[in-house]
């Protein structure tokens, strides 16, 4: 099983910065990829970044240029730098990892609890 467990989240002025970090702990041979989703008041869940174990990112158009996801694959760590935040940034969150559990065992996926980010003045 893995555990992600996010940090970092809470009240940033339009225009700041805040930083969210995840932390996979657990019994695990290998996390793959490792991404940010978010939920807005009364929208779905969506991507807002990815990043592979070799460093490959993807990013969403509404936030290219202005997030930066980077992991350090030594502490199992993922991280979200949030710049030039807007208040359509405001949703929960959530740190998604692709792991495998053991050699020869399939992979799964797992999910942090999710942290809130509130981008008002």
């Known amino acids: 099983q893995v555990q992600l467990v996010e940090s970092g989240g809470g009240l940033v002025q339009p225009g700041g910065s805040l930083r969210l970090s995840c932390a996979a702990s657990g019994r695990f041979f290998r996390i793959n990829d490792m991404a940010w989703y978010r939920q807005g008041p009364g929208k779905q869940r969506e991507l807002v970044a990815a990043?592979?174990?070799?460093?490959?990112?993807n990013y969403a158009d509404f936030v290219k240029g202005r997030f930066t996801i980077s992991r350090d694959n030594a502490k199992n760590t993922v991280y979200l730098q949030m710049n030039s935040a807007k208040p359509e940034d405001t949703a929960v969150y959530s740190c998604?990892?692709?792991?495998?559990?053991?050699?020869?065992?399939?992979?799964?996926?797992?999910w942090g609890q999710g942290t809130q980010v509130t981008v008002s003045s």
């Open positions: 998604f990892a692709a792991a495998v559990p053991a050699p020869a065992v399939a992979g799964a996926v797992y």
């Open positions: 990043i592979t174990s070799g460093g490959t990112t």
